[in-house]
């Protein structure tokens, strides 16, 4: 079954050491997101890849990075994780930005020790 | 900028109807869906609406007023595993490009 895949499901790291979070889809669509959820919060959006082009939210801390080396994978990084950043972090696709709906990936929850 | 409000929680019984409101202040919107989340997992595709009326879905139906900005999702025939959080999402055109901004979500308890 096509699908939005997130590995690790759990991730602990240390405080101040970098993480990359991975996302893959067998659902070809060509736009990509990564979501920060705390709990009891809303998801929200750090950035996307439409394509290639890539577009960060004005309030993504730099600290957090992306890359998108193929239309399939695309990767989280956290260069120097605090302890705020422990939250699930969903990664999503949708088939164009005028898509109908985003499929959401199963997520990673990192904790940071 | 957006505002999304819904309420936090909400407690209905088994076999009734529930309906969870969303209101929203944005410009340029494009749409509204609603996902549902059960604790830990990911969020999952319930219903869309961009123009106004009642979309229906089986035992989920949403509806939008655009002039109101207002949406609701009604379930009907409530099962112990529609308890989860509803989450109201609204999508804009924002700086070229279009972006989705959810809401918090309300959390759903089912009883017996």
């Known amino acids: 079954d096509a699908m939005v895949i997130q590995n690790p499901r759990y991730q602990v790291t240390q405080f101040g050491k970098p993480v990359t979070l991975s996302c893959s889809q067998t659902?070809?669509?060509?736009?990509m997101y990564w979501y920060q959820q705390k709990s009891s919060q809303a998801p929200k959006l750090l950035f996307h890849?439409?394509?290639?082009?890539?577009?960060n939210e004005a309030d993504t801390p730099d600290n957090f990075q992306s890359r998108r080396p193929n239309t399939s994978f695309c990767f989280l990084d956290i260069r120097s994780p605090g302890l705020g950043d422990a939250a699930m972090y969903l990664c999503?696709?949708?088939?164009?930005?005028?898509?109908?709906?985003?499929?959401f990936g199963p997520g990673t929850r990192l904790t940071v020790t | 900028g957006q505002n999304i409000d819904q309420p936090t929680e909400m407690t209905a019984t088994e076999g009734a109807i529930v309906q969870i409101n969303c209101t929203y202040q944005?410009?340029?919107?494009?749409?509204l869906f609603w996902y549902q989340q059960h604790a830990g997992e990911a969020p999952t595709f319930l219903s869309y609406?961009?123009?106004?009326g009642l979309e229906e879905k089986g035992r989920f139906s949403s509806f939008l007023s655009r002039s109101k900005g207002y949406s609701y999702l009604l379930l009907k025939e409530l099962q112990m595993k529609d308890s989860a959080s509803y989450l109201c999402?609204?999508?804009?055109?924002?700086?070229?490009?279009?972006?989705?901004?959810f809401g918090i979500g309300t959390k759903l308890q089912v009883i017996p």
């Open positions: 999503a696709t949708s088939r164009g930005q005028g898509g109908r709906e985003q499929y």
């Open positions: 659902l070809n669509h060509n736009v």
């Open positions: 890849y439409y394509d290639k082009d890539f577009n």
């Open positions: 944005t410009s340029g919107f494009n749409g």
């Open positions: 609406n961009v123009l106004d």
């Open positions: 999402a609204v999508r804009m055109n924002s700086g070229g490009y279009q972006k989705v901004t």
